[in-house]
């Protein structure tokens, strides 16, 4: 579409879209056992605004020669440009050496940058299993009773309320309608909620695949929201 209406920056985000969340898919499709902690880690990482750099520096180390191996320096004390004071950037060429001492540098740029934004939320996972299972409690009684746009307005609602206690909560990356869709029942095993025979029986008969589907870990992750952090 962005080609055809000849829009060169709806192209670019576009692209820019696709590094950061379809290479990731195709990584967590071609994991084998689909590891919880990969795909978490995953996610923050293209949820990162300098994972493109990292890339980029990372395919210089790996596939270009040294003389056209190339890092962004920044000075240590911040210079006056257009009235205010700001770090200053310029572009060298580097050996191998520094290239992957910046690499490294990123890295941990990006690992302190997420274990700030974890320690700002005040982060209980204790508190938000208690809540996720209140969550699966409501729906099990409430499934069959309330309309359906209505229940997913009180879903979203408390889904919120579970993030500002643990946004890295598994449950966050799936909407309202994916969990009423099927996906409740993986859910409900991961966090230890038991539903009754009763509803299932009931609710078996209103999803779309067969209760295996919504169990197969390939299924199950491929279903989540892009960079839901």
């Not at 004071?85 to 572009?91: E, F, G, K, M, P």
């Not at 609710?203 to 919504?214: A, G, M, N, Q």
């Amino acid at each position: 579409m962005a080609k055809t209406y000849n829009n060169k920056d709806i192209e670019y985000q576009i692209e820019q879209y696709l590094d950061k969340t379809y290479a990731l898919d195709l990584i967590t499709r071609n994991s084998q056992d689909f590891s919880q902690d990969f795909c978490t880690m995953m996610d923050f990482l293209a949820n990162s605004n300098k994972i493109l750099e990292l890339a980029h520096l990372i395919y210089n180390l790996l596939f270009n020669s040294v003389e056209n191996s190339t890092v962004i320096i920044k000075t240590e004390t911040p210079v006056l440009i257009d009235s205010c004071y700001t770090y200053a950037y310029r572009t060298e060429i580097v050996d191998k050496k520094i290239l992957k001492n910046r690499i490294v540098y990123l890295f941990d740029e990006i690992l302190t940058d997420e274990i700030d934004r974890y320690d700002s939320h005040g982060v209980d996972p204790n508190l938000a299993q208690n809540m996720i299972q209140q969550l699966f409690e409501f729906i099990e009684k409430n499934y069959f009773n309330i309309p359906r746009k209505k229940l997913i307005k009180i879903i979203d609602r408390r889904l919120e309320e579970i993030r500002e206690i643990d946004f890295s909560s598994i449950i966050l990356g799936y909407s309202p309608e994916k969990i009423l869709e099927g996906f409740l029942i993986k859910l409900a095993d991961l966090y230890n909620y038991q539903l009754s025979s009763e509803f299932l029986k009931k609710y078996e008969k209103e999803i779309v695949h067969p209760v295996s589907y919504y169990m197969d870990d390939f299924h199950f992750y491929s279903n989540r929201k892009k960079n839901y952090f």
